[in-house]
């Protein structure tokens, strides 16, 4: 087999690797689109998939019955039953496909068994992939090839470096390739998933073992919307926006894009483009190194709910040395990892999610703290939302700061945090829950 030349930069090559999310693989109808997609640029010659998704609002993606066939098996039952509606899925792609069921009933079987049989979690959620390309490969006639054997995932969830010599020996520059994502093996060759929406990881893998020139993620919205559109039906989608970009919108919650899909392509300067697979005339979103911010500042107003802040106040407490780390320490201690803080002459005042901690451990948290750096008041307070503006351009624009804060006043809603300066590409507004999505639409009409 002949060997590509691969780890970091290098050379491009007249590759385009395309991602096709779930929506894309539902069913019969979405995967013939793929298959005219395909053959309509002979570039694109390597494939990933991700599992079956939802055909409709209230249908099931194929992972999540796997995650539950193996809830199933840990509560010691067989998921004999459940696993019948994973294979119509795959048996009801087949037929409307026009081919024959046969050849994936045996392995159907066997991932049924191995699940029942124990294999575990990271196993379970991935054979909705490895299903899924198997079934594509087969359609288009082309390799299948398996992630467990090519990507080499570590324990804490990054890629091994041995990943891109084994790509190197596994892949010819001239074939045709059908991928699964979401999941690799570890070092010593057990099934490991990514976190979700990890096809999206696998991707940006193979477009950057291979040095393509583009790495097309296709999904069913024309790009990347520049708010929600349930929220503002009206949302432009962003034609151009940077890797920056779009990990910044990633954490304030815009499902944009996985944000550590960006990281492998982003090395190699591969540019990634968001296209829909029931629109693919439509240009979709570019995700490139750089862009001129000048005509638009931003590329989007999005948001995050979730938050609990601890605020805590002492006299002269901050003319100690070291006590911020000392306090941070013992946050640590409960759990909780704050995500930013402002910080006064007497107090300090962290937000983090939620989900970090229960009631009783912020009891316990408040009992110690207290104590131990004879704190005037420690209060926790939940209900917070944070809403961030995004763009390589805001620093630039002089007057965004006013602009955003009149439009939140004229909606009556309160400011209760500002972190603006920390990072050049976004500004977090902090309001109450029930703000949120008011805050997105004022800010969106103001600036946008
Ligand atoms: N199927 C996996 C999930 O639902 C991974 C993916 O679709 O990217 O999270």
Redesign the pocket.
Known sequence: MTGMQMSGKQAKRNIVVCKF??SSVADADHVKKVRAILEADSRRSIVVV??P?RRSKDDD????LLYACNKLVQDGKSCKELFKKISSRYTDILTGLGMKADFLKPVLDEVRRCIDAGHGTDYA?SR??YLSARLVAEYLGWTFLDTADVVVINHDGTVHPATWQKLSESLDPKGKYVIP??YGATADGVVK??????????GAIMARAVGADLYENWTDVSGVFMADPRLIPEAKVVQTMTYKEVRELAEVGAGVF?EEAIAPVMDAGIPINVKNTNDPSAPGTMIVPSRDCADIPLVGVSSRNGYSSISLHKMMLFKRTGIRHALLTMLHVFGIRPEFSLVGIDSIVWFYDSKQASESVLEAMKTRLKDEFELDSITVSSGYAVVGVVGEGIMGMSDMLSKATSALSRQNISLEFLNYGASDTSCLFGVRSGAKDETVRALYEALA
Not at 61 to 64: A, I, Y
């Open positions: 999310g779930g991700s599992a998704g993606k194929v992972t999540d959620a909705g992939e994502g979401f998933t990514f976190s979700r929406g990890g096809s999206d990881i696998t996985h």
